[in-house]
């Protein structure tokens, strides 16, 4: 039985009793409260923290747009590498002053950061009241209200069958929705924080997502963004990924579909299908490769081969015609050698990626690699090895993008662009940041757009007709 999610486009009113029967947890005498939240890392918190909103909303919280206004804060934070860590202890660091100053605020820490953390983020931060992993947002409100009368409040858990699917989460307006589909990971790479703060993998149904989409359509979004964190492994029992790919394109009204992160191994026939004859999936991929050495990837427990990933993009640009392709890289993992990490290089200088996010590896506490494998690649030759691949693909994605050059592109007009009030940014279906001179057209209009010239990361053009 598929339960229907709770509606919360227009939150209950403060005061207002809720049904007995509530999948939230109540909070006993609950005093609203003004609610300031601060995303850090990918895009599962963003919609994570639109999830929170969900919940704190329709408890008869409000949420505050600007921290100043806020008598609760909370972090949802990331634990992927050390330094998205520091930032939010740093964080922490400047909130105690505030908290001194203000004494009844309450500053709660949330996400994989402290699941990853746990006692430990009390012990260096003890001014933090409530500290709460991924799978307990449904506890917020009892534990915003166990906070004020004096308790700190801890909820670790880790629950194999929390999907949230019957809670809707509370979204900005806009033109590009995150939609979570998958929570957990069950790959365990051994370099990978996530299994342990997120636990294991769960589907949310088909029939539950198709009908969230029809409704963000409704509330005016053109553009759908599957999340989950081997998102292609999605399965509901019933459906697969490629099939889930199609039923969402089908919705009626639905401009765009995109989809983050895949993995290579899950890349089944099914969604390449659905890639090359849906029109609404977006002809671009995100598919990390992390080495291009099989010896690296083997320690790495990725699962498959360089060979067999080249095989793979191979297949997908015959199916795929002009696909995107951007992936995930780290340098210095344990024991990866200068022939290693050449090999890496010779990969991407192979399969020429339009973009790739590049890291040094970060010894994340409880993984594998962290506890059986040596960091032995110095600090210095990490930052080496980092700057190459960041030249390497900085000149690889500045040849792509001159090919677009007097070419015309279709881009959805998202906004003003951040540099000039004259103009417009929107993305091309393969993702591409696409920059010109406003004219006639409106945020959310398809438009077509001449281009005129191009840098690595940004096309520049005019409306054409
Ligand atoms: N160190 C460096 N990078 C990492 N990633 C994940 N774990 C680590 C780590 N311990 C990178 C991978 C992944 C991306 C989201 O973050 O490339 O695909």
Request: charged content about 25%.
């Amino acid at each position: 039985m598929i339960k229907p999610r709770v509606q919360t486009k227009n939150p209950i009113p403060l005061y207002q009793p809720l049904p007995i029967a509530d999948p939230i947890a109540q909070s006993d005498s609950p005093q609203p409260r003004r609610v300031y939240i601060e995303t850090y890392g990918c895009q599962m918190n963003v919609s994570d923290s639109e999830l929170m909103t969900g919940v704190l909303t329709r408890s008869g919280h409000r949420i505050a747009n600007r921290i100043e206004d806020a008598d609760v804060i909370l972090l949802n934070t990331c634990a992927i590498r050390e330094n998205a860590e520091t930032k939010v202890i740093n964080r922490l660091t400047q909130l105690s002053h505030r908290k001194r100053k203000q004494e009844d605020l309450i500053l709660g820490v949330c996400g994989c950061m402290a699941q990853h953390l746990r006692t430990k983020l009390v012990e260096a931060a003890p001014y933090v009241d409530l500290v709460m992993g991924p799978d307990a947002y449904r506890d917020l409100p009892r534990a915003i209200n166990s906070v004020a009368s004096g308790d700190p409040f801890i909820n670790l858990k880790l629950d194999k069958t929390e999907d949230y699917a019957d809670i809707a989460p509370i979204r900005k307006d806009g033109l590009r929705a995150w939609l979570t589909i998958q929570r957990g990971c069950d790959k365990m790479c051994t370099f990978c924080i996530v299994p342990f703060v997120r636990g294991r993998e769960r589907s949310i149904p088909l029939p539950i997502l198709v009908d969230d989409v029809k409704r963000l359509v409704d509330e005016g979004f053109k553009e759908i963004v599957l999340l989950g964190q081997t998102v292609n492994s999605y399965n509901d029992g019933k459906h697969d990924f490629g099939g889930l790919l199609y039923a969402v394109g089908d919705v009626d009204g639905i401009e765009r579909v995109r989809f983050t992160s895949p993995h290579p191994s899950d890349a089944s026939g099914g969604m390449i299908d659905a890639m090359a004859n849906c029109a609404q999936v977006c002809k671009h991929i995100h598919l990390p490769l992390q080495s291009g050495s099989t010896r690296i990837l083997k320690k790495m427990h990725r699962t498959y081969t360089a060979e067999e990933y080249r095989t793979l993009i191979a297949t997908m640009r015959e199916r795929v015609p002009n696909l995107a392709i951007s992936t995930d890289i780290i340098v210095g993992f344990c024991g990866e050698t200068e022939q290693d990490f050449a090999e890496t290089c010779d990969l991407m200088s192979e399969i020429r990626y339009d973009s790739a996010f590049t890291f040094k590896y970060s010894p994340r506490e409880g993984t594998l690699a962290h506890r059986s494998l040596e960091d032995d690649v110095s600090e210095k030759e990490k930052g080496k090895r980092l700057r190459t691949v960041i030249e390497l693909q900085e000149k690889i994605s500045h040849e792509i993008n001159q090919e677009s050059v007097g070419k015309t592109v279709e881009v959805l007009v998202e906004g003003e662009s951040r540099r000039q009030s004259d103009n417009y940014q929107g993305k091309t279906d393969n993702f591409k940041t696409t920059v010109f001179p406003k004219e006639n057209a409106v945020v959310g209009d398809l438009v077509k757009v001449a281009i005129e010239s191009a840098s690595a990361h940004t096309l520049v053009g005019r409306i054409t007709v």
